[in-house]
C-alpha cells in the first residue's frame, strides 16, 4: 500500500516558522515528483513547492517564494516543507502529493495524496 503521511503543522504566531514533514511509503519516491499543497478556509486548494525526487531544481508559487524551502531526504523517504517568516494567509490545510512529471502548475493532477497537516498562523 503505497500512501503519504503529513506531520508538523501546528499554531504559530506571525513571522514563525514551521517544519513539515511527508514520508512516503513503498515506491511513492519512485514517482517523478512531490509536491506541497495547501487549501485555506473559503479558498480553492493551491500548489506551494515541488521537488523532483530525483535532484536538481525546486518549484515555488510566487507567493511563497523566498519563505519557503523544499527539500527532500531519499534515504529517509521524506520530502519537507520549511516555513519562515508565515503569514496568517500562509493559514490552512498542508497535503503531500506525488505524481509523473512534469509539474505543469494549476494542470498537474497528482496520482497520489497524504491526508494533510493543519497549520494555522495568526
Known amino acids: 500500500h503505497v500512501q503519504l503521511v503529513e506531520s508538523g503543522g501546528g499554531s504559530v504566531q506571525a513571522g514563525g516558522s514551521l517544519r513539515l514533514s511527508c514520508v512516503a511509503s513503498?515506491?511513492?519516491?519512485?514517482?517523478?515528483?512531490i509536491a506541497w499543497y495547501r487549501q485555506a478556509p473559503r479558498k480553492e486548494r493551491e500548489g506551494v513547492a515541488v521537488?523532483?525526487?530525483?535532484?536538481?531544481?525546486?518549484l515555488y508559487a510566487d507567493s511563497v517564494r523566498g519563505r519557503f524551502t523544499v527539500s527532500q531526504d531519499r534515504f529517509k523517504k521524506t520530502v519537507y516543507l520549511e516555513m519562515n517568516s508565515l503569514k496568517p494567509e500562509d493559514t490552512g490545510v498542508y497535503y503531500c502529493a506525488s505524481g509523473s512529471g512534469p509539474w505543469l502548475w494549476s494542470f498537474y493532477e497528482p496520482a497520489l495524496w497524504g491526508q494533510g497537516t493543519q497549520v494555522t498562523v495568526s
Open positions: 513503498e515506491d511513492a519516491f519512485e514517482m517523478d515528483l
Open positions: 521537488v523532483y525526487t530525483g535532484g536538481g531544481s525546486e
